[in-house]
């Protein structure tokens, strides 16, 4: 009696639980307050966008400038040379056009539609950030909320229209399928976002080190040529009449920005600022640091830097699984692989105008919790750089303030715990790949 009384428990507690209120979304949402937060975030974020761009005047600085080169492109010309707006030449990639030809076309023209167009980008990007967040699970609850307080990104999103704006809801949509091991879609998207503007180019050498580590190099090579694929496609109109203007143009990296607008190098002066030294300093800043951090905290468990190179068997076949690996990495290895690498271009970036903060304001509260700060301190730090990024313009105290607290963030980086990256070994399935 008392055996069949303990078995039938089971299955009378089942049938509770298989009929109970709710959806399985009901259900998912009581065992992860966190989600529902998140929600409520979109939700706040929704009503205060809509009130933006009801009562906050929008501020004209690039939108003329776009639809002028995108009437150039839709009215047939297709030499880069010839397509200008009243800030100067095209300098981005095809997917710019593109894009901006799309969005002509559904609003107009006009900034008034292009702004609630924008806005439903703003609220798609914030999605897929919190997706993000909620993967890697790193943020307390409330810390969440700090991806929604920046007066400076809301006003780039839908007072200013810039085309940073879709370039960063592609990467963040890239990293998200990363996260969820889908790395050829990721780099096809990843290479949409550099065919609008190339600043995403400073996520590729973390990108390229995790691709090492997650597949041999069939697959990195079919991974990269992916990418490619997708830059000669969307260039090709160009390519095949002038291709010289189109890479020249489209793919400068010399650039040389107006010292007036610096944000971060303000404190600089001109002459310094402008000049090749200070550049080449820079760079060779850029690539030490990367490679520092490779070696001695990205690849610090598997012997460093070089030692995991040599490791690699390049002499693999082609034929072999384009991503087989027999470990795993840990999706909040990958997204701080990322986003310290990209924070690392963005200390030794010559220029970084305002519409730049959007390249890594959202990777910041990420950041301060991978260092080991006390909770003040990194609410100090986020709220230093809001403040930085919010004084216009930007002054020589407030450039040289951003640089002291970029590096004490990478600091805090730099001496975080290393934490092993690999998930338990277990077979790869096809999800996986």
């Not at 460093?304 to 390049?314: C, E």
Request: hydrophobic share 50%; aromatic share 14%; charged share 10%.
């Amino acid at each position: 009696m008392a055996v069949s009384s303990s078995s039938s428990t089971p299955v009378r507690v089942k049938r509770v639980r298989n009929h109970g209120a709710g959806s399985p979304m009901f259900s998912k949402l009581v065992r992860n307050p966190k989600l529902l937060f998140a929600f409520a975030l979109i939700l706040a974020d929704v009503i205060l966008v809509a009130l933006i761009i009801a009562y906050v005047p929008y501020t004209k600085i690039d939108w003329d400038a776009y639809m002028s080169q995108v009437s150039g492109f839709l009215g047939g010309e297709r030499d880069y040379i010839n397509l200008k707006g009243d800030t100067g030449p095209l300098v981005y990639p095809a997917g710019f056009l593109y894009v901006y030809s799309a969005i002509q076309y559904v609003t107009g023209g006009e900034v008034y539609a292009a702004q609630i167009l924008f806005g439903t980008l703003y609220i798609i990007n914030l999605g897929i950030i919190l997706f993000i967040y909620l993967k890697t699970d790193v943020l307390p609850w409330w810390a969440l909320s700090l991806l929604c307080l920046s007066k400076r990104i809301h006003s780039i999103f839908v007072l200013r229209l810039f085309n940073d704006c879709c370039a960063m809801t592609l990467l963040h949509a890239a990293l998200a399928c990363l996260l969820c091991r889908k790395w050829h879609l990721g780099l096809i998207i990843f290479s949409g976002a550099v065919s609008i503007k190339m600043n995403v180019l400073l996520y590729a050498p973390p990108l390229l080190l995790l691709l090492l580590k997650v597949m041999n190099i069939g697959g990195v090579i079919s991974a990269l040529a992916g990418a490619a694929l997708v830059q000669i496609l969307l260039g090709l109109p160009f390519l095949t009449s002038h291709p010289i203007a189109y890479i020249s143009r489209a793919f400068n990296l010399g650039r040389v920005f107006i010292h007036f607008w610096s944000v971060n190098f303000k404190f600089v002066p001109e002459s310094v600022f402008v000049s090749k030294e200070f550049a080449v300093f820079l760079l060779i800043t850029h690539l030490t640091l990367l490679a520092t951090f490779a070696h001695y905290r990205w690849c610090k468990h598997e012997g460093g830097l070089l030692r995991f190179l040599y490791s690699r068997d390049f002499s693999v076949k082609l034929t072999s699984s384009l991503s087989s690996s027999s470990r795993i990495l840990k999706e909040e290895h990958i997204l701080t692989t990322m986003f310290v690498g990209n924070f690392i271009g963005i200390i030794c970036a010559r220029s970084l105008h305002y519409q730049f903060y959007s390249w890594y304001f959202y990777s910041l509260p990420y950041l301060l919790w991978r260092t080991p700060f006390p909770t003040l301190l990194r609410l100090v730090l986020f709220g230093g750089v809001e403040f930085c990024w919010n004084v216009y313009p930007s002054q020589v105290f407030t450039s040289a303030l951003l640089l002291c607290l970029h590096l004490v963030i990478l600091w805090g980086l730099w001496i975080a715990p290393s934490e092993y990256p690999y998930l338990p070994n277990k077979p790869l399935t096809r999800k996986n790949k």
